[in-house]
């Protein structure tokens, strides 16, 4: 008896719905703010000028590259202290050990992403003849940026984005919302908070209401994905494969390459 009570102690104690979307909302904002707060002390222990501190904190690659370190470091960090606290760690959220067969399902997973948003935006264009599709989404960078300045922008869109966003989003979050509720309701809540938390990279121009269609319907793919596979590697593939590319058109990588 004694044998049997140890290991159901040991066994990961997973975590309900309302934890696991008020903990993702918390850990998305404490870590932008946290990370905008440290990035902000730098100039003052180095004695800039105003100028050259916001000069230095809006048009830098180095520091823009710096917040986005910062950032998902932090939010992972505190998936992982969380997920510690409950006995648990990545590998019970789906960060499995990699497999050469999760690069097959991470480009048929693009394919189908990329088939739904084709539909998804003509029907969104039906029902929503308004719908700005040429709206820019902020960055935070400069695509006019040439050479080596390029570097720390690529890790920052295409590297750590979908590391991150996917250990918490589809990993924390969704497995959070599958210990109660079922699979689709669960993708779709995932979604919604993912497609939400880019509405507002627009900027100036408004709500970016085409991001957020666009992101959830990655988000729903991912999810499926996430479901079919059990792990988390095959999404992290498929959204470096969709912000790669992106990034590519955005910033004229081509012209390199002539």
């Known amino acids: 008896m004694e044998d049997v009570h140890n290991a159901s102690d040991a066994r990961p104690r997973l975590y309900g719905p309302w934890a696991a979307v008020i ?21 003052g222990l180095l004695r800039w000028t105003p100028k050259h501190a916001d000069a230095w904190l809006n048009d830098n690659v180095w520091a823009q590259f710096l917040f986005v370190a910062i950032a998902e470091t932090l939010a992972l960090w505190l998936v992982y ?25 991470a480009l048929t997973g693009f394919g189908l992403y990329f088939v739904l948003y084709i539909v998804g935006l003509i029907i969104a264009t039906k029902l929503w003849p308004g719908l700005n599709t040429d709206q820019k989404q902020e960055l935070g960078f400069n695509t006019a940026t040439k050479g080596i300045d390029l570097l720390p922008i690529f890790i920052s869109l295409v590297i750590l984005p979908p590391i991150a966003e996917e250990i918490v989003m589809r990993g924390f979050l969704y497995s959070g919302l599958k210990t109660k509720l079922t699979v689709g309701l669960s993708a ?28 959830f319907i990655l988000s729903v793919v991912l999810c499926y994905v996430r479901e079919k596979t059990g792990s988390l590697w095959p999404g992290i593939g498929i959204h470096m494969i969709k912000n790669g590319l992106a990034f590519v058109l955005l910033f004229n990588v081509v012209q390199y390459f002539k």
């Open 23 to 43: 903990i993702t909302v918390g850990i998305y904002f404490g870590s932008q703010i946290s990370a905008g707060v440290l990035l902000a002390v730098i100039p």
């Open 81 to 105: 202290k969380f997920l510690k606290h409950r006995q648990a760690g990545f590998r019970d959220i789906g960060l499995d050990k990699p497999k050469l067969g999760y690069i097959f399902r």
């Open 188 to 215: 779709l809540i995932t979604s919604a908070l993912f497609a939400a938390a880019h509405l507002g990279e627009g900027g100036k121009s408004g709500l970016l209401w085409i991001a957020a269609i666009d992101t």
